[in-house]
């Protein structure tokens, strides 16, 4: 249904008349209602959408383009001043939809922030580069818990207030071994483009496509508990139906991701895009028995909901006494409960609130 291509399943062709009401909250939950909106449009099936579903789709389908086009001014500003100071950026995720000429459904994706990563140069020199332009940090957020260690340094917004950036030393976090996906490696593949002007990059697709599934299924933690970001599968799907996509060699990346400890998640990624859109599996992959029970207790959670709570509660008893022996647990706790209890404190060290999705995996 979301993708005009062939990606996704027709509720339309389903003998019964589809949970029109239903099939809102969850795209509208899963910051997937703008691409809902442009599918249908593109298939000329809006008017089989009840009136009110249909006006809700629309007006959240303008106000994300309108959204969007003030995203797209500031990656504009962003990449014209880090230029300016020597820089190529590489774009990373959803800021690679704001370029024209992407396809409908990429332009219609919703984003939170702008991800750009620097090989040319660090994090910290494009930093300055964008604070002497009047960019700032945000209020609730201490820039020095952004150092080295994370991946990328602190968000920074543009002096318009309609976006803010983050500049990334790694492309993925601490949970992700850095030799899956070498930043220098993305870099060195990315694809050189001219955009008014301006000079940029844009990743191969092998690298995309691994980037969203290694960010959602590791170090989003997707694959270990049992949640599923629709926003972000139905990306990868849309990529993985691109023409180009035919010519990787997926068991050639599995099997390097497998000498990592990473092929799995990443099977499982493959598997929930063929039962969720209907993709076949990439020629000689086979999902393998952890991928396989990863789909089996989602689908569980899916068909059972109210013992989730009860799941959840039993995995933090169970976790709890390795927590109680890690003296840096203490320290991260207070600063998030008071963060919780008390967000102007200043106090935070945990990611603010910035986007239209509390998760991570509503990154970019």
């Not at 959204?67 to 190529?88: H, P, S, Y």
């Not at 140069?121 to 964008?130: K, N």
């Not at 207030?161 to 993925?172: F, K, M, T």
């Not at 980037?211 to 959602?216: I, K, T, V, Y």
Request: glycine share 8%.
């Amino acid at each position: 249904m979301l993708d005009p291509a062939g990606v996704g399943l027709n509720p339309l062709a389903d003998a019964r008349v589809p949970d029109w009401v239903g099939i809102y909250r969850l795209a509208a939950a899963h910051l997937v209602a703008p691409s809902l909106y442009t599918a249908l449009a593109a298939r000329q099936r809006l008017e089989v959408v009840p009136e009110p579903v249909r006006i809700a789709l629309a007006e959240l389908h303008r106000l994300n383009a309108e959204r969007n086009a003030r995203l797209r001014a500031v990656l504009r500003d962003t990449v014209r001043l880090l230029n300016a100071a020597g820089f190529e950026p590489l774009l990373l995720k959803g800021a690679v939809a704001l370029l024209p000429g992407s396809d409908p459904l990429a332009a219609a994706r919703m984003l939170s922030d702008l991800d750009l990563a620097l090989y040319d140069g660090t994090a910290e020199q494009g930093g300055q580069v964008l604070r002497a332009a009047g960019y700032r940090d945000a209020d609730n957020c201490n820039p020095d818990h952004y150092g080295p260690p994370m991946h990328h340094a602190a968000p920074l917004f543009h002096p318009s207030g309609d976006g803010y950036v983050e500049l990334h030393r790694r492309v993925l976090g601490r949970l992700v071994p850095a030799a899956a996906l070498p930043l220098a490696q993305m870099a060195a593949a990315a694809e050189p483009v001219e955009w008014e002007g301006l000079r940029l990059r844009i990743p191969a697709l092998t690298h995309r496509l691994l980037h969203n599934a290694l960010h959602h299924q590791v170090q989003d933690q997707g694959f270990y508990s049992d949640r599923r970001s629709l926003r972000q599968l139905h990306e990868f799907a849309r990529l993985r139906a691109l023409p180009a996509a035919a010519a990787i060699d997926w068991s050639r990346q599995l099997a390097a991701l497998d000498r990592l400890g990473l092929g799995d998640p990443v099977r499982g990624w493959l598997l929930a895009a063929e039962r969720l859109f209907g993709q076949p599996l990439p020629l000689g992959v086979r999902p393998g028995g952890a991928a396989r029970r990863a789909e089996a207790r989602f689908w569980f959670w899916v068909e059972y909901p109210r013992l989730w709570p009860l799941y959840r509660d039993a995995q933090r008893l169970r976790h709890l006494p390795r927590r109680l022996i890690t003296p840096s647990w203490y320290p991260a706790k207070y600063r998030a409960l008071r963060q919780r209890w008390f967000p102007g404190s200043g106090a935070a060290t945990v990611r603010p609130n910035l986007g239209v999705d509390s998760r991570k995996d509503a990154e970019g």
